[in-house]
């Protein structure tokens, strides 16, 4: 028998269809335990799982191995294209990461902002279409940021980085800006209708572990970051499929398996997902459920619980 950790969107996320908030998901919170909640967030959850030095996940040194196999010997921070939309008192990012830019568009604005960045230490790398970086020396000062979701939509000045440390950060922010405001792809890309690349998101910073260690042999998940991280423990690492999922369950006894379903969203969710895991989790196959919620929520479940008839199901959402 199994045991598995099963990382999940936030329960806002989850609760905002239907499907989920009155289905299995509600099941479990009902008549599973609840462990004591844990800080908001991705990192939390995974340091259940992974073990490394430090205490952020370093996301763009982990996307960066992935990207290119560079990673080793240098601090990163991810500098993602982004299209923000001012008002009369804010900036809001609307888009960030996949802009449907194109190789000659990445080049372009690169050899434009390298000089920008190099005069204060940093090399800028486009070479993706969604995916940026600054490379900088191990040790450099860098700052502290919200991800492209937690920023999204809301009042930017609020994710900024603060005080003193954080004024260089801010500067690169708006001269970023202004340098992309009247950029010839941005003006080519307005007249065919597309959305411009009129600033940056700094996020994401670190180095790459020098160990990673983890209770588990197999991960399941679409993810760059936690790909790298389970290949740095030497972990077996797939993409999420059911099938294989089922065989791995089935066939290894005893093993701990990690699944990652924080990409997921709507019905696809509760009858793709959840069901087919309550199902194996009923049947015995999985002998011991961990919810991992990236809100913080945590619940542990045994296929026994479901015989906690007493304890009544109540939607999520209400």
């Known amino acids: ?41 991705i990192e939390p959850a995974l340091k259940t799982v992974f073990q490394w030095p430090g205490t952020r996940v370093p996301i763009a040194a982990l996307t960066r191995q992935f990207d290119v196999g560079d990673a080793m010997g240098s601090a ?17 990012m609307l888009a960030c990461g996949d802009l449907g830019l194109d190789a000659s ?7 434009s902002l390298k000089p920008l960045f190099g005069d ?28 492209p979701d937690e920023a999204m939509g809301d009042d930017l000045k609020l994710h900024l980085p603060e005080g003193t440390a954080g004024r260089r950060w801010r500067v690169l922010f708006n001269e970023v800006q202004v340098l992309l405001h009247n950029h010839p792809v941005n003006a080519a ?17 670190g180095v790459l572990p020098a160990w990673v260690r983890s ?42 398996v990690l699944i990652d379903l924080c990409d997921l969203r709507g019905e696809s969710l509760e009858h793709d997902w959840l069901q087919a895991i309550d199902a194996l989790l009923r049947s015995g196959r999985i ?21 906690r008839v007493w304890r009544s199901v109540r939607s999520l959402d209400a």
Not at 230 to 235: D, F, S, T
């Open 76 to 92: 990163w921070l991810r500098a993602d294209p982004a299209h923000v939309r001012a008002d009369m008192t804010t900036a809001r």
């Open 120 to 147: 204060s230490g940093f090399e800028f790398d486009a070479r993706l279409p969604n995916r940026w970086y600054l490379r900088a020396a191990v040790g450099s000062e860098l700052p502290d940021a919200a991800s």
């Open 1 to 41: 028998m199994t045991q598995v950790s099963l990382l999940l969107p936030e329960l806002k996320r989850c609760v905002a269809t239907p499907a989920v908030a009155r289905g299995v998901l509600a099941r479990w919170f009902a008549r599973g335990d609840r462990g004591l909640d844990a800080d908001a967030g």
């Open 215 to 256: 209770e588990v042999q197999q991960v399941f998940t679409n993810g760059i970051a936690i790909t790298e991280l389970a290949r740095l423990a030497n972990v077996r690492v797939q993409p999420v499929d059911l099938q294989p999922l089922r065989d791995a369950i089935g066939r290894d006894a005893g093993q701990a």
């Open 105 to 111: 568009e990445c080049a372009q604005i690169a050899r």
């Open 189 to 205: 890309r307005t007249e065919r209708g597309a959305v411009s690349v009129n600033s940056l998101w700094f996020w994401g910073a």
């Open 287 to 307: 002998k011991r459920l961990r919810l991992l919620l990236e809100s913080g929520e945590r619940v542990n479940l045994r296929a026994a619980h479901r015989f």
